[in-house]
């Protein structure tokens, strides 16, 4: 396994191994009916996928479970924390492939109001690829984040990112990663982050999430938001059965806002799911 030294090093000061990349993650489908199959300890419609499963599932013969959507379980935690409901306004500010989307539409029943965004086109086939095969109500919009419009009262903004979280692709995630891309890639969250907030509702709830483990990328960004705007605050995270860390306090040298320890940190050890970053903050 080729790790970068640099990001070795990086993940010892966390406390972290490099040998978390040679984990694989759980991965999960939702369902409101009972299934025979090992529950999600955090949701209790989300069910783990076994190896029955999925060769039900790859089966030419069979049709039972073609219709699920199946993906990390660790996706259902920023959309747990915003807590969705029927009657919100919600913005899935960078949504491809669709996975939350998806979510937050099961959460809903399907009801809510959801505008699901992003500004890759690639990606956006699969986003309506996805919207349409498992009939999801939500208006598919194609732009920049940072010149979106509108108002909403719930707002997923799950940012492009490093990826450090991404074990099973992890391979993938070495060959494009460098301490000088996390910095790019800060100073557009940090942009995002801060369209996201105009974007909301007063008394409004914005969710912040990564899947990577970089505090420049997590801390880092909520810290700026925190200085930009003198509303913002951040919340509790509180998802029964969970296994996490609080945010960190401070990174080589630089110390972030104390009220960055509500925001959590998953680790794969954790819940056997891939790396997350989760922040929730109000508007008011």
């Not at 539409?105 to 498992?134: G, Q």
């Not at 909520?222 to 919340?235: H, P, R, S, V």
Request: positive net charge; contains cysteine.
């Amino acid at each position: 396994m080729q790790i970068p030294e640099s990001l070795a090093e990086r993940l010892k000061k966390l406390g972290l191994d490099k040998s978390i990349y040679e984990q694989r993650s759980r991965k999960c489908i939702l369902s409101k009916q009972q299934l025979d199959l090992e529950k999600v300890p955090w949701y209790e419609h989300a069910y783990y996928s076994d190896e029955n499963f999925d060769a039900e599932r790859t089966n030419v013969q069979s049709t039972s479970y073609r219709h699920y959507y199946v993906f990390d379980p660790v996706s259902l935690v920023p959309c747990l924390a915003l807590d969705p409901k029927k009657d919100d306004s919600i913005l899935d500010m960078c949504a491809a492939p669709g996975t939350k989307t998806y979510i937050i539409s099961f959460l809903t029943d399907n009801e809510a109001r959801i505008v699901a965004n992003d500004i890759n086109r690639l990606r956006i086939r699969r986003l309506i690829a996805n919207i349409n095969k498992f009939h999801i109500s939500a208006e598919v919009t194609a732009a920049s984040g940072r010149k979106l419009k509108g108002n909403y009262n719930k707002i997923l903004l799950d940012v492009p990112c490093s990826g450090e979280g991404m074990i099973n692709k992890h391979k993938k995630m070495f060959e494009s990663w460098s301490e000088r891309r996390i910095k790019v890639l800060s100073k557009k969250q940090k942009k995002l982050i801060k369209r996201a907030f105009e974007l909301l509702d007063n008394n409004g709830t914005l969710v912040y999430s990564t899947c990577t483990f970089a505090p420049e990328e997590n801390e880092e960004v909520i810290d700026f938001l925190l200085k930009k705007f003198k509303n913002a605050k951040l919340e509790k995270i509180e998802i029964p059965n969970l296994n996490f860390t609080n945010g960190l306090k401070e990174w080589n040298g630089k110390e972030y806002n104390k009220e960055v320890k509500k925001c959590i940190r998953i680790y794969p050890h954790h819940n056997s799911t891939g790396g997350f970053f989760v922040a929730k903050i109000r508007k008011g």
